[in-house]
């Protein structure tokens, strides 16, 4: 029984590892695209200013 306790135990401990870790990589993914999006965006300004529009 006391084996079985540990192993549900560690699956447990496992899952809530694996779930802080998907919303961990999934704000800094979300983050990665927003800093892609506003550098996009400031370039085309940049450019449309350089060439007079």
């Given at each position: 029984m006391g084996n079985a306790?540990?192993?549900v135990l560690l699956a447990l401990f496992g899952a809530v590892?694996?779930?802080?870790?998907?919303?961990?990589?999934?704000?800094?993914?979300r983050?990665?695209?927003?800093q892609a999006d506003e550098r996009r965006r400031r370039r085309?300004?940049?450019e449309s200013e350089r060439l007079g529009g």
């Amino acid at each position: 029984m006391g084996n079985a306790t540990g192993l549900v135990l560690l699956a447990l401990f496992g899952a809530v590892f694996f779930y802080i870790l998907y919303g961990v990589v999934r704000a800094a993914v979300r983050d990665g695209i927003l800093q892609a999006d506003e550098r996009r965006r400031r370039r085309a300004a940049d450019e449309s200013e350089r060439l007079g529009g």
